[in-house]
Antibody
Framework: QVQLVESGGGLVKPGGSLRLSCAAS????????MSWIRQAPGKGLEWVSY????????YYADSVKGRFTISRDNAKNSLYLQMNSLRAEDTAVYYC????????????WGQGTLVTVSS | QSALTQPASVSGSPGQSITISCTGT?????????VSWYQQHPGKAPKLMIY???NRPSGVSNRFSGSKSGNTASLTISGLQAEDEADYYC???????????FGGGTKLTVL
């Protein structure tokens, strides 16, 4: 069965960095686009970034452009999100999800990892 | 402020039907048939319920249906059950640089 497991969240000071990971299993990871989506405490969902199956196509939300970098290692069935220059407003649960760009749907989601940016 | 507008809350009694709206613009909901709906129970990850306006993934109850008219998409849940109580989010492709936008979410209460 499809499984996505995020890790790497934690408490970080404003201006700091953090790298999130998403371990995929149960499907051919290298065949699928992947996305990161976040949810601030008590708030709605916000799409953060997506990456094509090969890694050649990448998009970011304006709110993270220039600060976050999405990447993947198909040999390790893993997705990453490098987050730099973190701000208090980046505090959220970060989810990875399998993405279908031809229908713009996210069919499987991980359980999420909490990132807290605070001094 | 979310790009897509949803009512903050809706409610219904068991067995009834409810509809949640999702209003955007011609740059997102109105311009493309790429509207999805997600269900999220407290403390859980979102679950895909509807994609491409009206398609249900395998395993999703046929009590859930989607439609679209102009710039507004709708999710209808018929035969309300207690387990339907959750937050619901719409999402759409957008021609803006963000590519994907979500609604602000709607809390469904089953009375």
């Amino acid at each position: 069965q499809v499984q996505l497991v995020e890790s790497g969240g934690g408490l970080v000071k404003p201006g700091g960095s953090l790298r999130l990971s998403c371990a995929a299993s149960g499907f051919t990871f290298s065949d699928y686009y992947m996305s990161w989506i976040r949810q601030a405490p008590g708030k709605g969902l916000e799409w953060v970034s997506y990456i094509s199956s090969s890694g050649s196509t990448i998009y970011y939300a304006d709110s993270v452009k220039g600060r976050f970098t999405i990447s993947r290692d198909n040999a390790k069935n893993s997705l990453y999100l490098q987050m730099n220059s973190l701000r208090a407003e980046d505090t959220a649960v970060y989810y990875c999800a399998r993405d279908f760009p031809d229908s713009v749907r996210l069919d499987y989601w991980g359980q999420g990892t909490l990132v807290t940016v605070s001094s | 402020q979310s790009a897509l507008t949803q009512p903050a809350s809706v409610s219904g009694s068991p067995g009834q039907s409810i509809t949640i709206s999702c209003t955007g613009t011609s740059s997102d909901v109105g311009g493309y048939n790429y509207v999805s709906w997600y269900q999220q129970h407290p403390g859980k990850a979102p679950k895909l319920m509807i994609y491409e306006v009206s398609n249900r993934p395998s395993g999703v109850s046929n009590r859930f249906s989607g439609s679209k008219s102009g710039n507004t998409a709708s999710l209808t849940i018929s035969g309300l059950q207690a387990e339907d109580e959750a937050d619901y989010y719409c999402s759409s492709y957008t021609s803006s640089s963000t590519l994907r936008v979500f609604g602000g979410g709607t809390k469904l209460t089953v009375l």
